[in-house]
Protein backbone atom coordinates (compact mmCIF):
# COMPACT_ATOMS: atom_id res chain seq x y z
CA UNK A 1 0.00 0.00 0.00
CA UNK A 2 1.26 3.87 -0.88
CA UNK A 3 0.32 7.12 -0.70
CA UNK A 4 1.66 9.24 -3.68
CA UNK A 5 0.99 12.92 -2.82
CA UNK A 6 0.78 15.18 -5.90
CA UNK A 7 0.28 19.07 -6.90
CA UNK A 8 3.02 21.17 -5.26
CA UNK A 9 4.27 23.78 -7.05
CA UNK A 10 5.13 27.78 -6.39
CA UNK A 11 2.18 30.37 -6.43
CA UNK A 12 1.97 34.05 -5.70
CA UNK A 13 0.64 35.11 -2.83
CA UNK A 14 -3.66 34.87 -2.91
CA UNK A 15 -2.90 32.35 -5.30
CA UNK A 16 -3.90 28.97 -5.72
CA UNK A 17 -3.11 25.18 -5.00
CA UNK A 18 -4.87 21.69 -4.67
CA UNK A 19 -3.08 18.86 -3.72
CA UNK A 20 -4.28 15.20 -3.86
CA UNK A 21 -3.16 12.02 -2.29
CA UNK A 22 -3.67 8.80 -4.15
CA UNK A 23 -3.30 5.44 -2.26
CA UNK A 24 -2.88 2.37 -3.87
CA UNK A 25 -3.25 -1.06 -3.35
CA UNK A 26 -5.19 -3.75 -1.88
CA UNK A 27 -7.14 -1.52 0.45
CA UNK A 28 -10.08 -2.17 2.25
CA UNK A 29 -11.81 0.81 3.94
CA UNK A 30 -10.36 4.58 4.66
CA UNK A 31 -10.50 6.02 7.92
CA UNK A 32 -9.00 9.19 8.93
CA UNK A 33 -6.79 11.14 6.67
CA UNK A 34 -5.12 13.83 7.53
CA UNK A 35 -2.75 16.48 5.77
CA UNK A 36 0.51 17.48 7.26
CA UNK A 37 2.97 20.73 6.66
CA UNK A 38 6.47 21.06 7.46
CA UNK A 39 8.01 24.90 6.79
CA UNK A 40 11.51 25.12 6.87
CA UNK A 41 13.26 24.95 10.03
CA UNK A 42 10.23 23.85 11.85
CA UNK A 43 8.21 20.97 13.04
CA UNK A 44 5.53 19.18 11.44
CA UNK A 45 2.44 20.18 12.22
CA UNK A 46 -1.82 19.08 11.11
CA UNK A 47 -3.15 21.67 8.75
CA UNK A 48 -6.53 19.22 8.37
CA UNK A 49 -7.82 16.18 8.85
CA UNK A 50 -11.59 14.36 7.83
CA UNK A 51 -12.77 10.89 9.39
CA UNK A 52 -14.59 8.75 7.33
CA UNK A 53 -18.11 9.84 8.85
CA UNK A 54 -17.14 14.02 7.83
CA UNK A 55 -16.29 15.22 10.93
CA UNK A 56 -13.56 17.80 9.89
CA UNK A 57 -10.88 20.12 11.48
CA UNK A 58 -8.59 22.90 10.42
CA UNK A 59 -6.06 24.51 11.70
CA UNK A 60 -6.65 27.96 12.69
CA UNK A 61 -4.39 29.45 10.64
CA UNK A 62 -6.38 27.92 7.29
CA UNK A 63 -9.29 28.04 8.54
CA UNK A 64 -11.81 29.63 5.41
CA UNK A 65 -8.41 29.52 3.03
CA UNK A 66 -8.18 25.16 2.81
CA UNK A 67 -10.60 22.82 2.13
CA UNK A 68 -10.03 19.01 3.04
CA UNK A 69 -11.81 16.23 1.23
CA UNK A 70 -11.70 13.07 -0.03
CA UNK A 71 -13.03 10.49 -3.20
CA UNK A 72 -13.65 7.64 -1.38
CA UNK A 73 -14.88 5.18 -4.93
CA UNK A 74 -11.00 6.37 -6.13
CA UNK A 75 -8.96 6.36 -2.56
CA UNK A 76 -8.24 10.14 -3.10
CA UNK A 77 -7.99 12.70 -0.97
CA UNK A 78 -7.89 16.33 -1.69
CA UNK A 79 -6.30 19.70 0.05
CA UNK A 80 -7.58 22.58 -1.91
CA UNK A 81 -5.44 25.60 -0.91
CA UNK A 82 -6.52 29.35 -1.65
CA UNK A 83 -5.75 32.97 -0.83
CA UNK A 84 -2.34 31.24 0.23
CA UNK A 85 0.18 33.38 1.68
CA UNK A 86 3.93 32.89 2.08
CA UNK A 87 3.95 31.60 5.63
CA UNK A 88 2.21 28.47 3.73
CA UNK A 89 5.14 27.76 2.50
CA UNK A 90 6.26 24.13 3.43
CA UNK A 91 6.41 20.52 2.52
CA UNK A 92 3.05 19.16 2.56
CA UNK A 93 2.31 14.99 3.75
CA UNK A 94 -1.15 12.86 3.40
CA UNK A 95 -1.56 10.66 6.43
CA UNK A 96 -4.40 8.13 5.88
CA UNK A 97 -5.57 5.20 8.27
CA UNK A 98 -6.51 2.44 6.26
CA UNK A 99 -7.52 -0.59 6.47
CA UNK A 100 -5.74 -3.25 4.16
CA UNK A 101 -5.29 -6.81 4.05
CA UNK A 102 -5.53 -9.33 1.80
CA UNK A 103 -8.68 -9.97 -0.59
CA UNK A 104 -11.36 -11.22 1.77
CA UNK A 105 -10.03 -10.20 4.64
CA UNK A 106 -8.23 -10.66 7.32
CA UNK A 107 -7.63 -6.58 7.44
CA UNK A 108 -5.94 -4.45 9.88
CA UNK A 109 -5.92 -0.57 10.22
CA UNK A 110 -2.46 0.81 9.48
CA UNK A 111 -0.68 4.05 9.24
CA UNK A 112 0.71 5.36 5.68
CA UNK A 113 2.30 8.76 5.05
CA UNK A 114 3.06 9.85 1.32
CA UNK A 115 6.17 11.52 0.13
CA UNK A 116 5.62 15.02 0.59
CA UNK A 117 5.33 17.62 -1.87
CA UNK A 118 6.88 21.32 -1.37
CA UNK A 119 4.24 24.18 -1.99
CA UNK A 120 6.46 27.58 -2.29
CA UNK A 121 4.41 31.17 -2.02
CA UNK A 122 6.20 33.64 -3.10
CA UNK A 123 6.31 36.99 -4.93
Known amino acids: VQLQASGGGSVHPRGRLRLSCRAS????????IRWYRQPPGKQRELVAS???????YYDDSVKGRFTIFRDNANNTVFLLMDSLKPEDTAVYYC??????????????????WGQGTQVTVSS
Open 50 to 56: MTNNGII
Open 25 to 32: GSIFRGHT
Open 95 to 112: NADLEVGPPGGPYSISDF
